[in-house]
């Protein structure tokens, strides 16, 4: 078997600019705008790492809003013992953790169900840190008193986004991923040949939530006051699988292009329609799917003349 | 009526509301796999033209039920032809329509949820009707609640009914157990979608009239019961009628004696728990076909 | 004339014409006074936020522009009002206050809706120096941070709940059960509540409390009906408190004193629950009866937005306004001259004297309010009282 090159050179090269690129932007941007590149980066992050395991399996998760809200209260508990980027790692091992007990449970069922439990999830975990703040800590939520540089911020974001992106083309091009993908195209087949199918999923699960965790405790910190309602909005898990399928979920560049592409999208039509861009937020969405279903990673699949995947 | 019965009562209470709200979102997703997540949203949509009818025109919601039904049967065939059928024509498997769906539901979600904005403001509505207070042996129940409670099984009961003994629900039940089958015996896809579709959201719209008359009513309201619905069909089964029925009811017990036993703060996770464990026994639910 | 002087007449007259045009615009058009706000206007916020909260800015701004402009240490300059949608989300409040502040570099800023959207903006106006009255937040958490450039305009958690208790033993009620909200506002309250019936020496014989969005609270009030309380108190929420009502109504709980603490100020809650209001007490501050003042801002408000203002955080809100505007004229827009100025004055506004101490709005005393046919009637403490309170409150009709 020839050697599997894990992370292409052009592809290593590309991410290293890219980082120094963007790693520049604190002193380059305002204040709002580095707001906006964060936003970018945190949906880069969220859509990559979520299409790493759900657009290669086929199951469609939609527990990115819980593991974020875990990652972020994990800052909230530990921002004042621990220092920033040791919160925001534990914030992901955390995510990471509930992620692989829920998915020993769960992952044995498929398709809307495994959608709903998923959705579910975020309502869930928010219920439960209530009440077991509420017993034992007398209070709910957490005041942040003293917070890291947008600089800081910024930057670790970025780190946690390379890292998820960097993971995902490892994954793809290692066994693993195989895996996986042979998950998502026909199961049964796949533990035939010896996958083991369980093992796979729970790791693939667990691996995206970490950086959902992460981004989630990295971003915390810029709201001050974290509460549950407000770090387990469902929304987020919305927009993380929204971008990722639009962008085209069984490629890494897909939920990149989309991510930004998104967000700048959203805060254009926020800031210009103030009453009517939802509206033609849900149009354009309709009409991408009906008229591009491969999602915007179709665009350019097309050129390659390899046969595409539909989805 | 005894302490026990009492709160069983209120459980079942709730749970039709809980099937009642879910029966629209089984019937598309049993038939067609359409995970449409924006039928909360014309569940608000049913609410407010309601309070609307009730508010301004003065007219009783129980007369406006027909009517609600009726803009909201036609509001889901022109849906389903703009947005829904496409789908079904171009994917090459169910996966990818439930895929596709979801996210043109996203949209729809947006879209209805703004409209509603534009049309009637973000303020609170509400109107009261029916809150006089109904004795049921000794115990004491809401009538508009009893009302929900009513119409879930009448309404569950008449869609069995339906499907067991006339030829549109034999002909839907086949469509749901074999596509390619049904076609083959010659039961047109292209009347039979687009009528349960139109169904499903007449029945969404025909919850949130009922909710109106007991809740209060906003633009945002609709997703929560989005999620109640997917937890409820999931529960019952799948495209399931009586599944969806039971599921509510059960849903409705649950929280009703855990949140007496336990603490009301415990609700959600004692729905949750229930929910998996549910689906570690049967993960098809538990009235899977 | 001859033609040539005709044209040299025509183009001196265009001339002084286009003098005159630039002279008056110089007088007339100094730049406008750019607010910006960052509100709800969808999402869960969206209802309290569009009642109690941007009509005011948009009422307010209209107003001091018919009246010819802001007076900015005497030059009056019309207000330009910048306001953007925050879709409920704290992430979105944070950044669009950046764009305001940093980007578009308004003059003043004002506050968005609820605790947590206060809490997120607070470093940032604490950094660049903008000084923000907010009307729709609480908690003593706030109030800890310490920031100088934020001002509490509602009443806090103990203030109310002290006067509460008060009324109480003013009616010699001797018990108590309470339920509340799971959300850091029930929490502060029910904790609030306790402390102040502790020291009137009220026994509290149940507590519960409920996770929000409950869709059914018959259980948990029929359990307190058992008891027989005097008084019920319900910390909660619009929709809980829409749902106690009508639950409390079906099961048949008339206790002596029945007390929703959320969504009984909103002209919503008379509209909805129609005669079952009737002696129900709440949190509100005022109602046009309060004065003149009072009744004027109502009249404006019902005239312009075609409903009513709340009786509770509306009035607020524009007293947050008339602060504002009193400092604007002697401060000017030197943000931290504002700032001091607010923070050292006492202000006439359309809820009384205003007064702050450590961003505490310290002079708005705690008040229950009561519906009583068809208006929200101030009944404690008794120099701000409308009416008397309706005791025992009558039996849900």
Redesign the interface.
């Known amino acids: 078997m020839s050697a599997r090159v894990l992370l292409p050179r052009t592809v290593a090269l590309a991410l290293a600019a890219s980082g120094v690129v963007l790693a520049a932007a604190p002193w380059v941007l305002n204040e709002f705008l580095l707001s906006l590149a964060l936003t970018c980066l945190m949906y880069a992050g969220l859509a990559v790492s979520w299409a790493m395991f759900s657009g290669a399996t086929n199951y469609l998760s939609l527990a990115t809003a819980a593991f974020f809200g875990i990652g972020a209260y994990v800052t909230a508990l530990g921002y004042e013992t621990l220092t920033y980027p040791v919160a925001v790692l534990l914030g992901g091992m955390v995510a990471a953790a509930f992620a692989a007990i829920v998915g020993a449970t769960i992952l044995h069922l498929r398709g809307a169900y495994f959608a709903v439990l998923t959705f579910g999830l975020g309502e869930l975990v928010r219920h439960a840190i209530t009440y077991v703040e509420k017993k034992y800590s007398g209070t709910v939520g957490r005041v942040l008193t003293e917070t890291p540089e947008a600089a800081t911020v910024y930057l670790t974001v970025l780190v946690v986004a390379l890292a998820a992106v960097v993971a995902c083309v490892i994954v793809r091009n290692s066994r693993f991923g195989l895996a996986l993908a042979g998950i998502g195209a026909d199961e049964q087949r796949a533990q035939t040949l010896g996958v083991n199918t369980r093992l796979a999923k729970i790791g693939g699960f667990a691996l995206s939530a970490f950086f959902a965790g992460a981004l989630g405790a990295a971003m915390a910190v810029r709201w001050t006051y974290i509460d549950p309602p407000a770090v387990f909005n469902p929304f987020i898990g919305f927009q993380t699988v929204l971008i990722a399928m639009v962008g085209g979920a069984h490629t890494v560049a897909g939920p990149l292009v989309a991510s930004i592409v998104f967000s700048l999208l959203t805060e254009l039509l926020r800031l210009q329609f103030p009453y009517l861009f939802l509206i033609i937020l849900g149009v354009l969405l309709i009409l991408l799917v009906l008229y591009l279903p491969g999602g915007l990673a179709s665009l350019w699949a097309r050129k390659r003349a390899a046969p595409t995947r539909d989805g | 009526m005894g302490f026990w019965l009492e709160l069983a009562a209120s459980g079942l209470i709730t749970g039709g509301i809980y099937a009642v709200v879910a029966m629209g979102l089984n019937l598309q997703y049993g038939l067609m796999r359409i995970m449409n997540i924006s039928h909360g949203e014309f569940l608000m949509v049913g609410a407010y033209l309601t309070w609307w009818a009730q508010t301004i025109l003065e007219v009783n919601p129980l007369v406006f039920l027909p009517v609600v039904a009726l803009v909201l049967f036609v509001v889901g065939l022109v849906v389903y032809r703009l947005c829904f059928r496409p789908i079904a024509k171009t994917a090459a498997n169910v996966e990818i329509v439930e895929a596709r769906s979801l996210l043109v539901a996203f949209g729809l979600m947006f879209i209805v949820q703004n409209l509603a904005y534009l049309a009637w403001g973000a303020d609170l509505r509400g109107y009261t009707f029916l809150s006089d207070s109904v004795e049921i042996a000794g115990a004491r129940f809401g009538a508009n609640r009893l009302l929900v409670f009513a119409f879930a099984l009448a309404a569950s009961l008449a869609l069995l009914a339906v499907l067991k003994f006339t030829l549109f629900g034999k002909a839907v039940r086949a469509m749901m157990q074999s596509p390619t089958g049904a076609q083959l015996v010659g039961i047109d896809t292209a009347v039979l979608h687009p009528t349960v579709f139109g169904a499903g959201i007449a029945l969404a719209g025909v919850a949130g009239a009922l909710l109106s008359m007991v809740y209060e009513i906003s633009p945002s309201m609709g997703e929560p019961y989005t999620v109640t619905a997917l937890i409820v069909i999931t529960l019952g089964g799948l495209g399931s009628a009586g599944g969806c029925l039971a599921g509510g009811l059960l849903l409705g017990l649950v929280e009703a004696f855990g949140m007496h036993f336990t603490s009301p703060s415990l609700k959600m996770i004692l729905s949750y728990g229930v929910f998996i464990l549910v689906l570690l026994a049967r993960p098809r639910g538990l009235f899977a076909r | 004339m001859t033609s040539v002087l005709r044209w040299r007449n025509l183009a001196a007259a265009l001339l002084v014409a286009a003098g005159a045009n630039v002279a008056t615009s110089v007088l007339a058009q100094d730049a406008p006074v750019r607010i910006g706000y960052a509100i709800?206007?969808?999402?869960?916020w969206?209802?309290g936020?569009?009642?109690s909260q941007e009509p005011n800015y948009i009422m307010w701004a209209d107003q001091v522009n018919a009246a010819g402009g802001l007076n900015v240490k005497g030059k009056r300059r019309k207000v330009e009002l910048v306001?953007?949608?925050d879709?409920s989300?704290?992430?979105?409040v944070?950044?669009t206050y950046?764009?305001l502040?940093?980007?578009d570099k308004v003059d003043l800023i004002l506050p968005p809706w609820g605790?947590?959207a206060n809490?997120?903006v607070?470093?940032l106006i604490t950094k660049h120096g903008y000084p923000m009255l907010a009307p729709t937040a609480t908690g003593r958490?706030l109030l800890?941070?310490k920031s100088p450039y934020f001002f509490a305009l509602l009443q806090q958690p103990d203030v109310m709940m002290d006067a509460l208790a008060e009324y109480l033993a003013a009616r010699s009620t001797k018990t108590v059960a309470f339920i509340h909200v799971?959300?850091?506002f029930g929490?502060e309250q029910a904790?609030a509540l306790e402390a102040s019936l502790k020291q009137k020496k009220i026994q509290v014989i149940e507590k519960?409390?409920?996770?929000?969005?409950?869709?059914?609270?018959?259980?948990?009030l029929?359990d307190i009906k058992a008891k027989n309380p005097d008084a019920f108190v319900s910390l909660s929420y619009?929709?809980d408190t829409?749902?106690v009502t009508?639950?409390a109504?079906?099961?048949?709980f008339n206790p002596k004193v029945f007390y929703a603490a959320v969504g009984t100020a909103?002209p919503?809650y008379r509209?909805?629950?129609?005669t079952?209001v009737e002696g129900v007490m709440g949190l509100g501050t005022w109602n046009p009866k309060s004065s003149p003042a009072a009744k004027a801002y109502f009249d404006a408000h019902v005239a312009k937005f075609k409903?009513e203002p709340d009786r509770w955080a509306s009035a607020h809100a524009w007293a947050g306004l008339q602060i504002l505007q009193q400092a604007v004229e002697k401060a000017g827009l030197d943000r931290k001259a504002v700032r001091d100025y607010i923070a050292a004055n006492e202000f006439d506004t359309v809820i009384g004297k205003i007064r702050f101490k450590g961003g505490e709005n310290i002079s708005t005393p705690g008040v229950v309010s009561q519906w009583q046919s068809g208006e929200f009637e101030v009944v404690w403490p008794p120099q701000r009282a409308t009416s008397a309170s309706l005791y025992p409150k009558p039996a849900f009709k």
Do not use: C, H, W
Not at chain 3, 40 to 44: E, F, I, Q, V, Y
Not at chain 3, 89 to 92: A, C, D, Q
Not at chain 3, 271 to 274: A, P, R, S, T, Y
């Open positions: 709800a206007r969808t999402g869960p969206a209802a936020a569009q009642v306001g953007y949608d879709r989300e704290t992430e979105t944070v950044r950046e764009k502040i940093t980007s605790t947590g809490f997120a607070l470093p958490k800890q941070l799971d959300e850091l929490l904790t519960k409390s409920y996770p929000l969005g409950v869709k059914d609270l018959q259980p948990v029929n619009p929709p829409f749902l009508g639950q109504k079906a099961i048949g909103f919503v509209d909805k629950m129609g079952m409903k």
